[in-house]
């Protein structure tokens, strides 16, 4: 039973528009949600977090959106740029059970076209 | 950079060999992780370690023994691994175990079993 769902194996997006990879979750005692990018070769880079009791956190270009009643969360890149291409990965934890236990999506692969 | 450094970062070994993988972080964080990563699939959690003592098993066999000498540093020993263990192994640190902190990854160690 997958908690974590990313339902876009891959998204492309020219470069200069919007990038907005997508996550659901089953699993409504999760209150902590990451996403993480992934180049080939190297391991998961943290990129940006939210906690349940926001509904949106912005770090630059990046933003995530956070839709409790609909267990949804996104992440917009916004200008995206080559250098975005890569997998991106969903995380979420239940901090009651212990946060360490991060359960992740299976990722989306965005290609950034020049 | 990563500021999770893992060495070796490729290994290949037969089946009857010992080997052990190493994980360094200098960030002072008090919790550090072994995660398992197959091909096209998310990390999966396999040990826990909260202030140098293991914390969580997840139910992985005993040829893989993790050891954490101090708190900057994390092995795991490797011992009559079979063909199907080959993976990247990643380790990831975090301020602590049981607060909403995202964890760091290091760039993983591709492991190749003969």
């Known amino acids: 039973d997958q908690q974590v769902k990313q339902n876009s194996p891959s998204l492309s997006v020219q470069e200069g528009r919007i990038s907005i990879l997508n996550c659901d979750y089953t699993?409504?005692?999760?209150?902590?949600f990451l996403w993480y990018k992934k180049y080939p070769a190297e391991g998961p880079t943290f990129l940006i977090s939210?906690?349940?009791?926001?509904d949106k956190n912005e770090d630059g270009r990046f933003t995530v959106f956070l839709n409790k009643s609909a267990k949804h969360l996104s992440l917009h890149i916004v200008p995206s740029q080559p250098g975005d291409s890569a997998v991106y990965f969903c995380?979420?934890?239940?901090?009651?059970?212990?946060?360490?236990?991060?359960?992740f999506g299976k990722g989306t692969k965005l290609s950034v076209i020049p | 950079d990563t500021e999770v450094t893992q060495t070796p970062k490729h290994l290949v070994m037969g089946m009857t060999n010992k080997k052990s993988l190493k994980c360094e972080q200098h960030?002072?964080?008090?919790?550090m992780y072994w995660y398992k990563q197959k091909a096209k699939k998310p990390p999966e959690l396999m040990f826990v370690?909260?202030?140098?003592?293991?914390?969580i098993n997840e139910s992985v066999p005993s040829r893989f023994s993790p050891e954490c000498p101090n708190s900057s540093l994390l092995n795991l020993h490797l011992h009559a691994l079979q063909p199907e263990d080959s993976a990247l192994y990643l380790c990831?640190?975090?301020?602590?175990?049981?607060?909403?902190?995202?964890?760091?990854f290091g760039d993983g160690t591709r492991l190749s079993i003969l």
């Open positions: 990831a640190s975090s301020q602590d175990s049981y607060s909403n902190q995202p964890q760091h």
């Open positions: 699993n409504s005692m999760f209150d902590y």
């Open positions: 939210i906690s349940s009791i926001k």
């Open positions: 995380a979420a934890s239940d901090s009651g059970a212990g946060s360490y236990q991060l359960t």
């Open positions: 960030m002072g964080h008090r919790a």
């Open positions: 370690y909260s202030y140098e003592k293991l914390s």
